[in-house]
T-cell receptor, first 112, second 116 residues
């Protein structure tokens, strides 16, 4: 079993839909959870950062962490074609400066 | 603010040849990371530097990969000899290096390596 599991997709939804992306993990030491967005032939860029359990909202994006279930989610409201990218979950035990453990990434396509 | 710079952007080599990648982190960032991203996979940490010291190289295949960060700024990653399975994108990232915090790692565009 890999430390972080993420469905690679592709996930295709119409413009304006609510998108739900998620990851499961096995290492209970993980406390810092991140979502990165990666466009084709670019490096990943940080979207959301959550510490421990709970929700965090930033504009159209909401990140949720349920440590009891070892499950994290990213929701995108009012999805736009520009949101089409690969979304990578990442996590660490000691903070953002630690080396990160990534999921495979979910390829998201927003249809105009 | 300038981002993380990497060169070259693309490299094609024959197996058993050697190759080197260069990274210039964001100015003032103490921590530098090299990740390997194989097609269809998430990035995997190869090595992490704090200034010019190695923090974590547990996943670096040391029989063929080496990395250095002289003077705690730029870094080079070398593969010698290359294998077919080394075909991947090599990402460099940097961060301020504040432990136990909600800190951001900033990634460069990556070097795309193809081993034939």
């Amino acid at each position: 079993q890999k430390e972080v599991e993420q469905d690679p997709g592709p996930l295709s939804v119409p413009e304006g839909a609510i998108v739900s992306l998620n990851c499961t993990y096995s290492n209970s030491a993980f406390q810092y959870f991140m979502w990165y967005r990666q466009y084709s032939r670019k490096g990943p860029e940080l979207l959301m950062y959550t510490y421990s359990s709970g929700n965090k909202e930033d504009g159209r994006f909401t990140a949720q962490v349920d440590k009891s279930s070892k499950y994290i989610s990213l929701f995108i409201r009012d999805s736009q074609p520009s949101d089409s990218a690969t979304y990578l979950c990442a996590m660490s035990a000691g903070g953002g400066a630690d080396g990160l453990t990534f999921g495979k990434g979910t390829h998201l396509i927003i249809q105009p | 603010e300038a981002g993380v710079a990497q060169s070259p952007r693309y490299k094609i080599i024959e197996k058993r040849q050697s190759v080197a990648f260069w990274c210039n982190p964001i100015s003032g960032h103490a921590t530098l990371y090299w990740y390997q991203q194989i097609l269809g996979q998430g990035p995997k940490l190869l090595i992490q530097f704090q200034n010019n010291g190695v923090v974590d190289d547990s996943q670096l295949p040391k029989d063929r990969f080496s990395a250095e960060r002289l003077k705690g700024v730029d870094s080079t990653l070398k593969i010698q000899p290359a294998k077919l399975e080394d075909s991947a994108v090599y990402l460099c990232a940097s961060s301020l290096g504040l432990q136990g915090s909600q800190e951001t790692q900033y990634f460069g565009p990556g070097t795309r390596l193809l081993v034939l």
